[in-house]
């Protein structure tokens, strides 16, 4: 059976990729990666109306954590890795915060190519290790950060020995400009499509909000959608290089995913937030803490903590009055949940009870009693 797929996001949008990548013969590399749901989010809605000066919000969640891998890395990945096997290369290598390295690894052990993932010890959320494990990568785990670990892969793929599928590689920002076609697709709901008024997005190596707004300025040039959003990027505070405008030598932040102090796409982020008359700023550990545990609390959405740096970026933009009224807006939850255990257990709402087994159901009808008169 051949491994050539006809799903994901390269076939859908194929008129927005060279044709060559539907040619006979192309290797189309795909785990059925796009199509995730847009999902609106209601009771959001109704908190930021009772508790901020903005009024008629419309919001809705982009959940990029139903991807293959559990995250966007997934768009840009199937075109680098497709490509890299076009190009005739045996293995490939990234630098990752962890979500890259596990969709690096799922679409190499496809494509039948070596992966090599370099990773900041001990800074990567444990199911994001899991799956690079699972999948074979070879790890290689150094005493730095990301950054470091990024400059170590740009000297390799210097050497021409391996092929670098950071979002360094234009195939990454190409093939994750299709979430930003999926956005306004559903938002025209099977009619013209439309874009949102505003789309919130986590900020790390800025990859990802240049590819969102090659997107949107693709689909706005085909003339498929008639306004483009403002682009609202947002970094971890001890992370925030874009907005403080120098190099973070040791960037911190317990959303690892964007533990990142000298973005890659720096100026991709600039000219999205120029272009679009949006902004770039930063969120705290707590207020991304806040958001998650409102998104999980009101929603049911589970995302993990850098995820969640596009709705803490919407709260604090709905707080200082930086949006106009009436208008919509996406947020942009970049991974899944089950990426991250540890934060989820160390930050979750939920009160733990431990039941004797013979304790029968008087202790349960207990709890319940006792929680009869608390809100959910
Ligand atoms: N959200 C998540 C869950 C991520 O994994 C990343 C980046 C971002 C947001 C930021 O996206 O870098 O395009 O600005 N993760 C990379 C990685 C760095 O190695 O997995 P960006």
Known sequence: MS?????????HYA?????????????????????????PACHLAEWIE????????????????????????????????SQAKADGAVSII??????????AAAYGTRAGLKTYIVLPSGKVALGKLSQAILYGAEIMEIEGNFDQALTLVRQLGETGKVTVVNSINPYRIQG???????????????????????????????????????????????????????????EAEGSAAIVQNRVIDN??????????????????????????????????????????QLLAGKEGIFCEPASAASFAGLIQAAQRGEIANNQSAVCVLTGNGLKDPDNAIAHGAAKRHT??????????????????????
């Not at 006979?24 to 059925?32: A, D, E």
């Not at 789309?199 to 306004?227: R, S």
């Open 176 to 234: 994750q400009k299709s979430a930003a076609f999926e956005v306004c697709d559903a938002l025209g709901n099977g009619k013209q499509a439309e874009a949102p008024d505003y789309l919130f997005i986590p900020v790390g190596n800025a990859g990802n909000i240049t590819a969102y707004w090659l997107g949107f300025c693709e689909y706005y040039a085909a003339g498929k959608i008639t306004q483009k959003p403002k682009m609202m990027g947002y």
């Open 94 to 103: 990234c630098a990752s915060t962890g979500n890259t390295s596990a969709a």
């Open 251 to 292: 960037p911190e932040t317990l959303a690892t995913a964007i533990r990142i102090g000298n973005p890659a796409s720096w100026s991709g982020a600039v000219s999205a937030r120029d272009e679009s008359g949006g902004l770039i700023g930063s969120v705290t550990d707590a207020e991304i803490i806040h958001a998650y």
């Open 15 to 39: 008129d927005f990729y060279p044709p060559e990548l539907q040619k006979q013969g192309y290797p189309l590399i795909s785990l059925h990666e796009g199509n995730t749901p847009l999902i």
């Open 355 to 376: 039941l004797a087994a013979d304790d029968g159901i008087d202790r349960v009808l207990d709890i319940i009693e006792k929680n009869k008169s608390r809100p959910v």
């Open 50 to 81: 009772k508790n901020t000066p903005t009024r008629g919000l419309r919001i809705f969640l982009k959940y990029e954590g139903l991807n293959p891998t559990g995250s966007f890395k997934d768009r840009g990945m199937t075109y680098a890795v």
């Open 3 to 11: 491994t050539q797929s006809t799903g994901g996001i390269l076939s």
